[in-house]
Each structure stands twice: as structure tokens, then as C-alpha cells.
């Protein structure tokens, strides 16, 4: 059962029925459970720009190269999701050492959310210019 005022993962993720969307398990393999929750309202594509790429990282993950990765596999309004494991949980990586590193291809960290009870998620997306 939710707790009170508790949102759904979907929502969190920003995601909707019929978004494009890219998997890439480089870290780890995403749990079968919550791909087969992405998978409501994701439809995985590779062939075009995709709305939203989700990315497993894990200790040995170079996250600047993913990221470069990702926003290169994304439409212009796209989001890059960094999925990481929870603190003392195998291949956990701090997400303190994260925000910042998507500057160089044009990508700004703007939301941090837990995902399931062993993984957390930032989101990036691309600078806007002002």
C-alpha cells in the first residue's frame, strides 16, 4: 500500500504512456521489476531520439562518457537518468560525486529521486540558454 501524499516511481521519473526510451545496463542489470514498471509507460526504442535514456552505473562506470552517451541518444527535450544503487548495496556509487558531470556535453542535473528500495536515480538534462 502507498503512504499518504506518497507519488507513484512513474510520475517521479517524469515518465508518460507512450515515451520513447533507451536501457542501457552498463553498471548493473536493472531489476526485473521496476523495467517491467518503466515498461507501463516506456516503449524501448533505439532507432530514434529517444524522450528518456535510463543508464546503470556502478563503481567501475565512466559516468562523464555515459552521459555523453545518453544525451546523444536523446531528443532535445529528453532526459538522461543515472540509476545507481543504494548506499551499502553492491556497486553503489555516491551520488555526491555526480551533479556537475554533464556540463561538457550540455547536460545540468536537476532531480534526485529513489526509484525502489535499492535504487536511486538523477535525472539530466540539457542546459537551457538565457
Known amino acids: 500500500m502507498d503512504r499518504v501524499g506518497e507519488r507513484d516511481v512513474l510520475d517521479k521519473l517524469g515518465l508518460w504512456p507512450g515515451m520513447v526510451g533507451v536501457l542501457l545496463e552498463e553498471g548493473w542489470v536493472l531489476d526485473s521489476d521496476v523495467r517491467l514498471q518503466l ?3 516506456v516503449r524501448w526504442d533505439a532507432s530514434t531520439p529517444a524522450d528518456v535514456v535510463f543508464i546503470t552505473i556502478g563503481p567501475a562506470s565512466d559516468p562523464d562518457s555515459l552521459l555523453e552517451l545518453g544525451a546523444s541518444e536523446t531528443a532535445d527535450q529528453g532526459a538522461v537518468w543515472l540509476l545507481t544503487r543504494k ?11 555526480l551533479p556537475g558531470l554533464g556540463a561538457d556535453v550540455g547536460l545540468v542535473d536537476n532531480k534526485i529521486c529513489s526509484v525502489s528500495p535499492t535504487i536511486s536515480a538523477m535525472r539530466f538534462v540539457r542546459r537551457v540558454n538565457r
Open 87 to 97: 548506499r551499502g548495496l553492491p556497486d553503489y556509487v555516491p551520488q555526491d560525486t
Open 39 to 41: 515498461e507501463e509507460r
